[in-house]
Nanobody, 131 residues
Framework: QVQLVESGGGSVQAGGSLRLSCTVSRWSYTSLYIGWFRQAPGKEREGVAASIYTGGSITYYADSVKGRFTISRDNAKNTVYLQMNSLKPEDTAMYYC???????????????????????WGQGTQVTVSS
């Protein structure tokens, strides 16, 4: 089964940047999709970015992070990144990467930022943004 390990979280002041990494291993199908989610205390887990890991350049972003966050990948390193710029205190949360494999793009795309679209999850990495 797919294994995901996040890293790169930390504390930063508002306006600063962080880059999260998600190392991906053990997928079995030719299609693999990766999403980045976050969950603040007392709130639902929400999708912030998603992309196709196994090819193509299609990406999805939540409105709250569009223009500030960028999802990218380095297939040689089996790693997906979430570059976060212009961070705000409201970006404070535990960040998770998630994966789904073995489904066609048409099945994944409509719910790319939904928690239900993924069945593998990493352990999370904390991001704290101070004002």
């Amino acid at each position: 089964q797919v294994q995901l390990v996040e890293s790169g979280g930390g504390s930063v002041q508002a306006g600063g940047s962080l880059r999260l990494s998600c190392t991906v291993s053990r997928w079995s199908y030719t299609s693999l999709y990766i999403g980045w989610f976050r969950q603040a205390p007392g709130k639902e887990r929400e999708g912030v970015a998603a992309s196709i890991y196994t090819g193509g350049s299609i990406t999805y972003y939540a409105d709250s992070v569009k223009g500030r966050f960028t999802i990218s990948r380095d297939n040689a390193k089996n790693t997906v990144y979430l570059q976060m710029n212009s961070l705000k205190p409201e970006d404070t949360a535990m960040y998770y990467c998630a994966a789904r494999e073995g489904v066609p793009y048409s099945a994944w795309a409509p719910t790319a930022l939904a928690r239900s679209a993924y069945n593998y999850w990493g352990q999370g990495t904390q991001v704290t943004v101070s004002s």
